[in-house]
């Protein structure tokens, strides 16, 4: 006679309506996502293409007042109309619960086995919800290697990507938006990253049904327009006309901070802020050379640095035939013992007493590892 009941090796999930994805998540990946600051959503425009000249909106909550910060929600009016909400109990219960929950919570996931009595992260969007890109993107020390993870999988995984992941992998996305057009820092980069997704949804190839394409698209223009219409702060817009400015400092200091950037790619972005910056970078030939030896080796630059070869020319060439060095203040290690990935700089609740050893995984393998879960 069989026996009637719950299946030991699958206890079943419990799926609550949660406003934070728009849809339906698993309750074990609530502690992951829910947090006491909303992310910021914009709201999608009528016009399905990025040169829309349309600003982003946005829905204040409810209880916030004009003269407090504001808050958005994550819904427009036609999506709360028709979700509906959760019972008063029922949220304030799970709220409270979620506030303990992100607390003790330390984002990491376990690589899929093949064993029936241990099942690891099973999708790409569930290993974004478990390692919590969407609000690392905060953490300055991890945000190179999120764009690092975004930029691989929007200009060459793309089509490979399902209408789930896609979705999730917008979410990222809209973080980095929001925290380069707040913080006004690595605009372009964000900006690069939202144009390449736009135009990755003009493949034929994509998943999802064309309403979803469609809203994606007119997200990405949201996006697009946010960025854009941020206004960088000069000098000129300084409260205290004489206070001291980044110009004021002698030439022999700003060439140091100007060693300190850590690729060609910030360099040549400097150079485009101002024409004192333009005469430094073209000048100083000592700032493509610590470029050059931080990138490369000793024996590489040999075979490219000639007499008559300057070290900007030198550095070009050296990145065309070798690549540049990757380096990130902190980025996703495997442990080598119970195969969980985590950020090295949280570390992991490891089933080992001692500390395991770890490897870590470059942005190229994760997403290898994520395409084929």
């Excluded at 026996?3 to 934070?20: L, S």
């Excluded at 990145?319 to 080598?336: F, N, P, S, T, V």
Aim: hydrophobic content about 35%; proline content about 5%.
């Amino acid at each position: 006679m069989p026996f009637i009941g719950r299946d030991w090796r699958a206890p079943g999930e419990t799926w609550v309506r949660t406003p934070h994805t728009n849809g339906w998540e698993q309750t074990k990946l609530r502690p992951v996502q829910m947090s006491s600051e909303p992310i910021l959503i914009p709201q999608v425009s009528s016009s399905p293409t990025l040169g829309s000249s349309s600003s982003p909106k946005f829905i204040l909550d409810s209880g916030s007042s004009a003269s407090s910060v504001p808050k958005f929600s994550l819904y427009d009016s036609e999506q709360n109309s028709s979700c509906g909400s959760l019972p008063g109990s029922v949220t304030e219960s799970a709220d409270d619960s979620d506030s303990a929950n992100d607390k003790d919570w330390i984002p990491h996931c376990f690589v899929k086995s093949t064993s029936k009595e241990f099942i690891g992260c099973t999708s790409m969007s569930e290993a974004f919800h478990r390692l919590d890109l969407a609000r690392a993107v905060n953490d300055v020390r991890r945000f190179n290697f999120i764009c690092k993870v975004v930029q691989i999988l929007v200009e060459e995984k793309l089509p490979n990507l399902s209408a789930t992941a896609r979705k999730s992998l917008l979410g990222i996305l809209t973080a980095i938006c929001f925290r380069s057009s707040n913080e006004d820092v690595n605009v372009s980069t964000a900006k690069d990253l939202v144009k390449n997704f736009g135009n990755g949804l003009d493949n034929v190839n994509v998943c999802g049904s064309p309403q979803l394409v469609s809203r994606h698209h007119q997200t990405a223009s949201s996006l697009l327009d946010l960025i854009s219409e941020k206004n960088v702060r000069t000098a000129a817009d300084a409260d205290d006309e004489s206070a001291l400015t980044f110009f004021d400092l002698p030439r022999e200091i700003v060439t140091l901070i100007l060693r300190r950037l850590p690729d060609h790619q910030s360099l040549l972005e400097t150079a485009q802020v101002h024409e004192a910056f333009q005469e430094i970078i073209d000048g100083e030939d000592k700032l493509w050379k610590s470029l050059c030896t931080f990138h490369f080796q000793e024996y590489q630059i040999k075979k490219q640095k000639t007499p008559g070869k300057s070290w900007r020319q030198a550095f070009f060439d050296l990145k065309k035939y070798h690549g540049c060095r990757e380096l990130y203040a902190d980025l996703i290690h495997i442990c080598c013992h119970c195969k969980a990935l985590f950020w090295k700089s949280l570390g992991h609740p490891c089933v080992r007493e001692t500390t395991a050893p770890s490897v870590r995984v470059t942005p190229r393998q994760f997403v290898d590892m994520l395409i084929y879960l």
